[in-house]
C-alpha cells in the first residue's frame, strides 16, 4: 500500500494543479513562477481541508463524509473569488485577474473531481443535499434510498484517522500515473518555453 503523501503527490489534483497552472500562465502571458505554480496547486486541493475539522468532529457529531465543511460549491467558489480578488489587490495588484482566474478555476476543478464520484456529488450544497451524477454529459440526480445505504454502511464503522485519508484518497493508478506524468510535462514545457 502506497503511503499517503505518495498518494497524495502522485494524485489527480496535483495534475489538475499544474494544468490549470500551465493553461492561465499561457493564456495570461505570464512568466513562471514557483509561487503562483503553488497556488495553483494549493487550490485544486483546498477544499479537502475540510478533512481537518472532519477528523476532531467525526465522532462527536457521528459525520460519514468530510464534504461538510469546505464541499459546498454555490459559496466556496463565489468565497474564493472575493478572497482572492481582495488578497491581490492588496499583494500583487498586477495580476488581480490572473490570480482570482487561476485560484477560482483551481477549486473548480476539484470538485468536478469530486463530482466524478460514482456516489455523485451535491453541487447545489449547501442549499440542497441532492446528489448528482454525470450520464453521457447529463446530469442525473441520485436517489436518495442510494445515499442512505452507504450512508448507513459507514455509520456501523469505526475507523482509524489512518483509514479515513486513506480511503480518501483512492490508490494510484496507471491511468492516474499517464495523467499526473501529462500534467508534469505539461509544466516542464512551458517552464522550458520560457
Ligand atoms: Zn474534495
Known amino acids: 500500500m502506497l503511503s499517503i503523501p505518495v498518494r ?10 499544474c494544468f490549470n497552472y500551465v493553461a492561465w500562465s499561457w493564456f495570461a502571458g505570464q512568466r513562471f513562477s514557483a509561487l503562483f505554480l503553488f497556488l495553483s496547486i494549493f487550490s485544486t486541493h483546498f477544499p479537502d481541508a475540510d478533512m481537518i475539522p472532519y477528523l476532531f468532529l467525526r465522532r462527536r457529531y457521528r459525520l460519514v463524509s468530510h464534504w461538510v465543511v469546505g464541499h459546498h460549491p454555490l459559496l466556496l467558489l463565489p468565497f474564493v473569488a472575493v478572497a482572492s480578488f481582495v488578497a491581490a489587490k492588496i499583494l500583487m495588484p498586477d495580476r488581480v485577474s490572473y490570480t482570482v482566474a487561476l485560484i477560482t478555476s483551481g477549486v473548480l476543478l476539484h470538485f468536478l473531481h469530486d463530482g466524478a464520484s460514482s456516489l455523485g456529488f451535491p453541487w447545489l450544497s449547501p442549499f ?3 446528489r448528482f451524477r454525470f450520464r453521457s454529459g447529463k446530469p442525473i440526480v441520485v436517489p436518495q434510498a442510494e445515499t442512505e445505504q452507504w450512508m448507513s454502511y459507514w455509520k456501523t464503522r469505526e475507523r482509524s484517522a489512518a483509514d479515513e485519508i486513506a480511503g480518501r484518497t483512492a490508490p494510484v493508478t496507471i491511468a492516474q500515473f499517464l495523467f499526473w506524468g501529462a500534467g508534469v510535462l505539461a509544466l516542464i514545457v512551458f517552464v522550458i518555453d520560457l
Open 8 to 17: 497524495i503527490l502522485f494524485g489527480v489534483d496535483m495534475a489538475l494543479g
Open 128 to 130: 440542497s443535499q441532492a
